[in-house]
């Protein structure tokens, strides 16, 4: 096992702004965006150096957003925290807004961005920043603080939520492990349990969702579009994709990869002996062996993961290491905590924070090193020399996440002393890899929906989902009497209320992240180094670029989605 290092990093010294700057007040801040608005730019020395201070202030203000969110996320029974992260989106940044605005407009009038544009790092930024220009309406700026407050409302309501089983209070993650167990009358038990639990907020997400989906209705308005659809995909900057290739997605995904898990699912029943599953079913294993438990506690679950990167390069240990060296992972599930997992970028210091909910499955280890892979991308292209650089499009930052995961893979022998057992986790990530892909599809279609049918009703929104999961399922689950169950399992889906149409990326980059595990099991290596320089150039190239440096395609045509399934189905049946 080699040794590795954290890194030695410190904050980078302030030129711009006060090295003691704290934010209790807009009055804290206001002076930087007046000197930005109001300063002469006479050669493009000087615009350079303005653009610098402006990258400046953004990483800084960035950063005390993301450990406001990351506090309020880790503990959101405390008041505190809360109001804080409140404070910072209803009354910092409506008032940035407009001063964001007219930055925006100086770059775009200034004659020295002309000369600029010829760097393709350069060109990237001032395209997002004209459609920027674009979209801004400053009747949105109240519109888009109420939305940032209103979308927050998902975590708490899902962190309050636990369930008495054994004399124990569960959080929905802990109870979940028990759906693994291989007595069905304790998977159905606990199983009614969550469902019992989460009937009593079906309303509360109900309402809440309509509130958001009013709230962007109006913004899209507002902007001149005609619904929140188009706008979105336009404020995402998805300058490389359209509507239509969203719609191929999806169908492809019905053609080609819901035929491969209804086959998976024949084979389970067959070995459960069952003609149908029950919904309490679906994570057991089906030949009776205990879940996979791959660790106990998260500082195993880091420890472990921190060997493994450094054993596929060890750059990549070194970047846990130094994350643990300065306490940016909170990975234990906990009452009061947010849902979910995320990496969540930090642009002044450069070192990311890894967020989970870690309860020693093996999804907590998926988790873990696909937010590694987020970190990694975080450290590769901390260097860079404008904030701007590093806004990266989902597409690229879930390519980085997902290929850490299938990289792994062979690695996982850190967890599992067992071979059988390290056999069943590959296999098990690989079939959840092309399962979990109709159910990104189906999110995704359902949005489309959802926005394009701004006025439905709650009625009509699980009769589309629904006849959705109809389309998107194999048939093969048996709902009697849960039938509610099925209907507003959209209520799970974290991005619908915090993210919208953040979706779709997980699934090409899907795609992208099996095309990269496919090189690498012709050239490890190569495919590595591959994929680091992808990663550097964060959002400095196209997406279809930064895939061709990676030495994949941008692709998510039927045909290619087919080539990917038939070499996965391979690689399974090695297995």
């Known amino acids: 096992m080699g040794l ?3 890194m030695k990093i410190t904050r980078p ?3 711009f702004v006060k090295e003691s700057l704290s934010i209790n007040s807009w009055e804290d801040i206001a002076p930087y965006y007046s000197n930005l608005v109001d300063r002469k730019i006479e050669t493009l020395e000087d615009f350079q150096q303005w653009l610098s201070d402006q990258s400046e202030i953004e990483a800084i203000l960035e950063e005390d957003a993301a450990w406001r969110y990351i506090k309020m996320t880790i503990d959101t029974k405390d008041e505190n925290l809360n109001k804080a992260y409140t404070f910072f989106v209803s009354e910092i940044e409506p008032k940035i807004a407009p001063f964001s605005n007219k930055l925006n407009q100086k770059i775009n009038d200034t004659e020295f961005t002309e000369s600029l544009k010829d760097d393709p790092a350069y060109f990237i930024m001032f395209r997002g920043i004209q ?7 400053e009747e949105n700026i109240p519109l888009q603080a109420e939305l940032a407050q209103e979308s927050q409302k998902f975590g708490a309501l899902s962190a309050a939520q636990s369930v008495e089983h054994d004399n124990k209070t569960l959080t929905m993650q802990q109870a979940s492990l028990y759906l693994k167990e291989t007595n069905e009358s304790t998977r159905k038990t606990v199983f009614d349990k969550i469902v019992e639990r989460r009937r009593q907020d079906v309303d509360a997400f109900d309402d809440l969702f309509d509130t958001l989906l009013k709230k962007r209705h109006q913004i899209a308005i507002n902007a001149g579009f005609e619904n929140f659809r188009d706008y979105k995909l336009t404020a995402m900057g998805r300058f490389d994709y359209s509507v239509k290739d969203c719609e191929n997605f999806h169908e492809s995904v019905k ?5 491969i898990v209804k086959r998976f699912q024949d084979e389970k029943l067959s070995k459960l002996g069952k003609d149908l599953f029950k919904p309490w079913d679906l ?3 089906p030949e009776g062996r205990k879940p996979l438990k791959p660790f106990e ?14 054993r596929v390069d060890p750059y990549f240990g070194d970047c846990l290491s130094t994350m643990k060296e300065m306490s940016h992972l909170d990975l234990e599930s906990k009452p009061g905590k947010s849902p979910g997992g995320y990496n969540y970028p930090l642009y002044e210091i450069g070192v990311p924070f890894i967020f989970m909910n870690a309860v020693g499955s093996q999804r907590d280890l998926v988790t873990m090193v696909h937010e590694g892979g987020h970190a990694v991308h975080s450290f590769l292209s901390r260097d860079l020399p404008l904030t701007g650089f590093k806004s990266l499009p989902s597409e690229v930052a879930e390519l980085a996440s997902m290929s850490m995961e299938l ?3 062979e690695e996982w022998d850190e ?4 071979t059988d057992e390290f056999k069943r986790a590959k296999k098990d990530q690989l079939e959840t890899t092309l399962k979990l892909l109709p159910w990104i599809a189906q999110v995704d279609e359902f949005q489309h929906w959802l926005y394009v049918n701004h006025s439905h009703t709650s009625a009509e929104r699980k009769e589309k989902w629904i006849s959705l999961c109809k389309e998107y399922s194999t048939g093969l689950v048996d709902y009697t009497n849960y039938e509610d169950v099925l209907a507003n399992s959209w209520q799970r889906q974290l991005h619908i209320f915090e993210v919208p149409f953040y979706y779709i990326e997980y699934g090409i980059a899907q795609l992208g992240a099996l095309g990269m595990w496919k090189n690498s099991l012709e050239n490890k290596p190569e495919t590595i180094e591959n994929y680091k320089n992808a990663l550097r150039l964060a959002y400095t190239r196209t997406i279809p670029e930064i895939y061709q440096t990676a030495g994949i395609e941008f692709n998510f045509s039927q045909q290619h989605i087919q080539n990917l399934a038939d070499f996965i189905n391979d690689q399974i049946s090695k297995l």
Do not use: C, Q, S, W
């Not at 459609?131 to 309406?137: D, N, S, T």
């Open 4 to 6: 590795f290092y954290a």
């Open 13 to 15: 010294e302030r030129k």
């Open 131 to 137: 459609k920027a220009l674009e979209l801004y309406r």
């Open 255 to 259: 053609n080609v990869i819901v035929p």
């Open 283 to 285: 994570d057991v294993d």
């Open 297 to 310: 506690k998260g500082d195993e679950l880091l420890n472990k993961t921190i060997n493994m990167f450094n």
């Open 407 to 409: 990289f792994t893979m």
């Open 415 to 418: 967890f599992y002393n067992d």
